[in-house]
């Protein structure tokens, strides 16, 4: 199977990598992009964008992007923040009122936008069908109360971030998240990129193939911890992504559907300024909130040590020892995809697949891809 697209001559140890990853069955099918202030140097793909390889992965495919979906959503909140419409240090309920139930009342918009709420998930019980009913799963969460103390530590929003701050913007804008992301994101800047996927969409859109399970036998023993309530209300398993009733939900947490050239010139307001071909989106005051660290601990949720910004995930290089200790923010997609943003060297990478490895952040593969780039970038 051909690797398709472009790079410029630096990047052909990548290409080969690519092609090697995809011909030994380790991928099935994926794409890569890079932006360098503005100028694509790598836009590649290849592979199959379906587990039986019937169908080639092509320029135009588009795949769940699990929790890079939270990247384009703090993109959002960040506009809204821009224009002075949402101001992070107010509490979540001046915009959204119901949200100042059974201790919430101090729960600000930069805690939502760090994992820091104490709100990482649903009580149970909880389906995946109320899930993607949008008013039944944001009044349940206004409902709750915090799961350890709001601005203390992050616990990852696995499930619901994209609730949480979608229904902030909601009630700041009129407009749904998925509204928002495709009226004032993805056309402005001609990206193809939403939340969840359209009819006419279904045919171009690589189907999932999922990975082992998660370890879940802490549910047996730690049954009310943050981890074990937080992936188990609902239960997720990963091959929901490949229904229609995932596609055509509004989950800012979990179901963007795009490429990884969309991901890279999407992503490149952040590493270029906040603006793009004359779309401005961001201001350089406002870029700068989301290097602000809010929290630095081994998160509640995920087990191992994290650090977070407003809005992204920010180096640690204990846990992700191939993410540069720099002035970079990212984060990852269930399964290994990447998205990240390198404002002083002016570059944007991402890395999109099908076939998806244990890891919620990253994966040997996406580890070896961004070595490969960070060395021809130098």
Known sequence: ?????????????????LTANIASGDELGAAIAVDIDGDSVVDLWGGYADAART???????????????????ALAILM???????????????????????GKEAVLVRHLMSHTSGVSGWEQPMTIAE???WE?????LAQ?????????????????QGHLLGEVLRRVTGKTLKQFVAEEIALPLGTDLQIGAGTADDHRVAEIVPPPPIDMSAAQTMPDSPRVKTFTGPVIEAAAANTIAWRRADM?????????RALARTFSVISRGGEIDGVRLLSPPTIDLIFEEQSHNVDLVLGVPLRFGIGFGLPEPTTLPYIPDERVCFWGGWGGSLALMFPERRVTVSYVMNKMSPGIIGSERSAAYLTEILAAVK
């Open 1 to 17: 199977m051909t690797v398709n697209g472009h790079t410029d001559p630096r990047f052909t140890r990548l290409t080969e990598l």
């Open 55 to 73: 169908r080639p992965w092509q320029a135009g495919t588009i795949v769940n992007v699990w929790s890079i979906t939270k990247e384009i959503t």
């Open 80 to 102: 809204l923040v821009d224009r002075g419409l949402i101001d992070v240090d107010e509490p979540v309920a001046t915009y959204w009122p119901e949200f100042a139930q059974h």
């Open 131 to 133: 899930m993607y009913d």
């Open 136 to 140: 039944a799963s944001t009044a349940k």
């Open 144 to 160: 709750q109360a915090p799961w350890w103390e709001p601005g203390t530590a992050s616990g990852y929003h696995a499930q619901n």
């Open 252 to 260: 800012g947490a979990m179901n963007g559907h795009t490429n990884a």
